[in-house]
């Protein structure tokens, strides 16, 4: 599974930014996508995920402003980002689960200015 991940760039605090990433090769049996983080000098964090049937889950810092979605039939995630502030600032890396392995993206980098 190749995940290509896009939409980073740099942003002002409070604004909107939107990431995706396609899943390509084998994408059968696709459970799990979701996005990880990490700052400069911080662990990698989870941000959020979502399943197959759409169920979802955030990190409670980005619950209310980030919104994960999936399209299937695309194999493509998205993460919807509001209200943007400068500790959201990171490398975004898309994940995808496939029975038992995780597949990690080439990350992206995000950047809020304050």
């Known amino acids: 599974v190749q995940l290509q991940a896009s939409g980073g760039g740099l942003v002002q605090a409070g604004g909107p930014l939107s990431l995706r990433c396609e899943a390509s090769?084998?994408?059968?049996?696709?459970?799990?996508m979701g996005w990880y983080r990490q700052g400069t000098g911080k662990q990698r964090e989870v941000v959020a995920s979502?399943?197959?049937?759409?169920?979802?889950n955030y990190a409670d810092s980005v619950k209310g402003r980030f919104t994960i979605s999936r399209d299937n039939d695309k194999n493509t995630v998205y993460l919807q980002m509001n209200s943007l502030k400068p500790e959201d600032t990171a490398v975004y890396y898309c994940?995808?689960?496939?029975?038992?392995?995780?597949?990690w993206g080439q990350g992206t980098l995000v950047t809020v200015s304050s």
């Open positions: 090769g084998n994408v059968v049996s696709i459970n799990s």
């Open positions: 979502i399943t197959r049937g759409g169920s979802t």
């Open positions: 994940t995808a689960r496939r029975l038992t392995t995780e597949y």
